[in-house]
């Protein structure tokens, strides 16, 4: 399943669009048609959140979407139910994006056995940095899970260390702070992928911010791919249930821009 985390960014032009968005808003239901809607509209992989009640790395929009995902009653066990209703349809590269309490809580082990029988191939678990990622590293790719990292402006050394122990791809966050909209990105992020492109061949893509399809274009140039989660939340919030075909549209334009990238 590692493997096949990698093969997401070989692409046309070996660039990849990856949308998020959060298990259970505003139901279980709708989070498998919206998955499926954005598979149509030509995601290569689709992140998809475990909502957790303090989700220190994300802004308002996904905050409040986590809000509505618990107090609906989505647990690690439904989450993991979401994936096997769309596992009956499709075999769309799945990514959990997560935090560190809601999997230990669950039991490493038994969390990645899971994981294995439904080909979900990664975890991004943002409070888990690389350095203390060593336990449940080694439990998850026995599963053939890939522990994302994700980096940030850091030094050379860090970028040298992450990338040489990099599986699955690298998740470059755009800016320092918390996901949501930007309209612009001050981090001086070619200098970053050329550095991990200088130590791996483990594809790379941009997150945090990232709302435009221009801003997806700029982004995909200079990696390997583009995540993108607050806009597609944002429009969950906005239409609920009846979100699909305008999440379809925003997806559509978003993997055409990268394709041009």
């Given amino acids: 399943m590692i493997d096949k985390i990698k093969k997401v960014f070989e692409t046309e032009n070996g660039k990849?669009?990856?949308?998020?968005?959060?298990?259970?808003?505003?139901?279980?239901?709708?989070?498998?048609?919206?998955?499926?809607?954005?598979?149509?509209?030509?995601?290569?992989?689709?992140?998809?959140?475990?909502?957790?009640?303090?989700?220190?790395?994300?802004?308002v929009v996904i905050q409040e979407a986590n809000i509505r995902a618990l107090k609906g009653g989505m647990t690690t066990d439904t989450a993991f139910g979401i994936v096997e209703k769309i596992r009956a349809q499709s075999e769309i590269p799945l990514a959990?994006?997560?935090?560190?309490?809601?999997?230990?809580?669950?039991?490493?082990?038994?969390?990645?056995?899971?994981?294995?029988?439904?080909?979900?191939?990664?975890?991004?678990l943002p409070d888990c940095p690389y350095e203390e990622s060593g336990e449940l590293k080694d439990i998850a790719e026995s599963h053939n899970v890939a522990v994302v990292t994700m980096i940030s402006p850091t030094s050379d050394d860090r970028i040298r260390r992450v990338a040489k122990d990099a599986k699955g791809f690298i998740y470059v966050v755009s800016s320092m702070g918390v996901t949501g909209v930007r309209t612009e990105f001050n981090t001086d992020l070619d200098k970053i992928v050329t550095?991990?492109?200088?130590?791996?061949?483990?594809?790379?893509?941009?997150?945090?911010?990232?709302?435009?399809?221009?801003?997806?274009?700029?982004?995909?140039?200079?990696?390997?791919?583009?995540?993108?989660?607050?806009?597609?939340?944002?429009?969950?919030?906005?239409?609920?249930?009846?979100?699909?075909?305008y999440i379809y549209e925003f997806v559509k334009s978003m993997k055409d821009a990268v394709a041009e990238a």
Avoid: W
């Fill in 195 to 245: 550095a991990l492109k200088n130590e791996t061949d483990v594809p790379c893509a941009i997150g945090f911010g990232i709302s435009t399809p221009e801003q997806a274009k700029r982004m995909a140039s200079i990696s390997d791919g583009a995540i993108v989660g607050s806009a597609i939340v944002r429009i969950v919030a906005e239409h609920g249930r009846d979100a699909a075909p």
């Fill in 16 to 59: 990849a669009f990856i949308p998020f968005i959060t298990a259970g808003d505003p139901d279980a239901e709708s989070t498998v048609k919206f998955v499926l809607e954005m598979e149509r509209a030509g995601a290569d992989m689709i992140e998809l959140g475990i909502p957790f009640s303090d989700p220190t790395a994300e802004g």
């Fill in 96 to 124: 959990f994006m997560t935090y560190i309490n809601p999997v230990f809580h669950y039991g490493y082990e038994r969390f990645f056995a899971k994981c294995e029988e439904l080909n979900v191939g990664a975890i991004i």
